[in-house]
């Protein structure tokens, strides 16, 4: 049974992997349509546009150049693009992993997230960043099996975050938890030529590559494709029982309402 496939990016409309993966999945899907950004939006997080116009323009059939966030192209795609609504999200292949902690600032993973959602299944699709053209399409590949595996298994809703190797040290799957990657902290501060300062954020590389057995971040490494099922309730229900004994003394709201309307505030000025 062939699928519904809303296919997007954070790396822009015009990224090669982007059009390897659409040439592969379109083989396996009822209908696909793409919407990505019409430039690169990487760590671009889970940002949708609220406070000015999205503009959408025509790549060819079933192809569009959004100038959004993978976010809003999935969003609007659902809303309002797609001839028939899709049933799967799959956002990449992004020229870069997505492991551990980089699922947070990752454009890749929030166009998946957006998908889930809306009530859809969303799949994240990374690789390295030195990937070519061969572990773009075999990433590709792989992600239309797991689809038909999905549908096979009657799972409608979910978001998994996969992780694919280079194709020429690929030794099988696993599933995985999120691990942990640590990067170098750093801030350059330069002067622009008209003497204003501005900044660089975001080290050079990785300080440390964190993986235990089992996370995602060491399945890579050792040459397995990582799948990690994830979801948006961010919940930490192990801290609930250390707050039986959490007390804020002291603490009266209509006490503190009253001493706010004899505050003076800046606002009120």
């Known amino acids: 049974m062939k699928s519904n496939i809303l296919l997007t990016n954070d790396d822009g409309i015009s990224s090669p992997a982007l059009k390897v993966a659409e040439i592969t999945l379109r083989e396996i899907a009822n209908s696909l349509t793409v919407i990505a950004p019409d430039r690169e939006r990487s760590a ?41 609504r899709p049933s799967f999200v799959v956002s990449g292949p992004n020229k870069g992993p997505n492991l551990g902690t980089d699922v947070f600032y990752s454009g890749t993973v929030a166009g998946a997230a957006e998908g889930y959602a809306r009530g859809l299944f969303g799949i994240a699709l990374s690789t390295p960043r030195d990937a070519d053209q061969k572990t773009w399409a075999a990433a590709a590949g792989f992600v239309g099996k797991l689809i038909s595996a999905l549908i096979k298994a009657e799972l409608s809703h979910g978001l998994i975050n996969v992780n694919f190797p280079m194709v020429e040290n690929l030794r099988g799957y696993r599933w995985t938890r999120l691990g942990r990657r640590t990067y170098k902290e750093e801030a350059v501060h330069r002067v622009d030529p008209k003497g204003r300062s501005y900044y660089w954020i975001g080290g050079p590389g990785l300080s440390d590559f964190e993986g235990a057995v089992g996370e995602d971040v060491e399945a890579v490494r050792q040459g397995f494709v990582s799948m990690t099922p994830m979801k948006m309730d961010m919940t930490e229900e192990s801290f609930f029982p250390n707050l039986k004994d959490l007390s804020l003394e002291g603490y009266n709201p209509i006490a503190e309402l009253e001493d706010n309307h004899k505050r003076e505030y800046w606002l009120d000025k």
């Open 44 to 84: 671009s997080g889970h940002a949708i546009t609220m406070h000015h116009p999205l503009r959408i323009v025509p790549e060819g059939k079933d192809r569009f150049a959004l100038d959004g966030t993978p976010a809003d192209c999935v969003y609007l795609g659902v809303a309002s693009i797609c001839n028939e």
